[in-house]
């Protein structure tokens, strides 16, 4: 061995992981690789289970081809900002207007520049638990601390502005509020967002609102913006065409300023910088944001009948059906994020639970113990595959169980 062949990596990178993508992800493609036929519910691409985009979106972008091999500005081509910008107002955000707007190569870029442009070291970012990690890592790597704050399965998995409030330091920046929530489908109504925007104003917070699955709403269940519930508060609001569009790979994402231009010139000087350094979004893929924004074609995939209703539908009732399996219905977003009895089963923890299943039964899912402090035994499932899929999936956790049952009966 050389002496410069290990190279010392960041310090930083020992508390991140990302289970979405993993090592056990690694292990599942290895498995595949040698003919083993895994069935994998870790990723919500709505391109991966056959839920492709609308025909006009595509040909938005390879129509324009040609007059998309330059730069564009930093924050985004103008016409992609005002259909954003548009699309809020339509919204009741009313103020935004296209200078409030930046485009990214999706959500995760921009969520990682905010941070970077609020955070000093050991500065503090509320983060429900349980969360997207990409929010706590990127938290972490922008040198700051996240704090999770408590969502209640037995609520619903709402969390509780007081317990948030009780969790605030004078460390505190930001709290994140993810509605529709990934992993647990929860829409939070309009009474909660009250409760976390006076949180926000009282201890003088930014809010961070991740609301990339606004679009997928059940049962006629309203999606409130969080920025309509706190127009004083700085809000910086996330969104993109990855669900909506049904194109994750463009990676075509945005963020939305309210609240702060009166006070946050120096934030937005930050963002100005930092999106300056990557000088600028993926220009073709900009190209799809008007036309898609144009389309409402999402309820016709959540109403009643609607092909990811009825797999929501089914994937619920299905793992309910499981004696010591509990499910909360998910009301936006497209998981489930069941809890399996770890009395009635002989289940190590997540990790173990979600590894055996992989190994066992070629049935790969999230652990739950990877998306922030929850209580253990939770298992995160996308909901986007079609019915013999997930009819299938469910089998494999059941007979899984089934072999797992402690002798004690319950």
Known sequence: MTAHSNIRTSRRLSSISYSLRGPLAAEAERMRASGERVLALNLGDPAAHGLAP????????????????????????????????????????????????????????????????????RDQVLVPAPDYPMWTASTVLAGGEPVHYRCDEASAWYPDPADIARRVTDRTRALLVISPNNPTGAVWPPEILDGIADVARRHRLVLLADEIYADFLYDNVPHTPMASRAPDVPCVTFGGLSKRGRIPGYRVGWLVLTGCRDRGGDFIAALDTLGSLRLCPNVPAQRAVETALGIADTTRLTGPGGELSERRDLACRLLGDIPGVRVVKPRGAFYVFPRVDRERYRVGDDECLAGDLLHEERLFVVPGSGLGPVPPGHLRMVTLPPAEILTEAVTRLSRFLDRRRTSRRL
């Open 54 to 121: 609308a025909p006009e979106v595509v040909r938005a972008v390879g129509e324009q081809l040609d007059r998309s091999c330059g730069y564009s500005t930093a924050q985004g081509l103008p016409v992609a900002r005002e259909a954003v910008a548009r699309h809020y107002r339509a919204k009741g955000l009313t103020t935004v207007r296209p200078c409030d707007v930046y485009l990214g190569n999706g959500v995760s870029e921009l969520a990682a520049l905010t941070l970077h442009a609020l955070l000093d070291p």
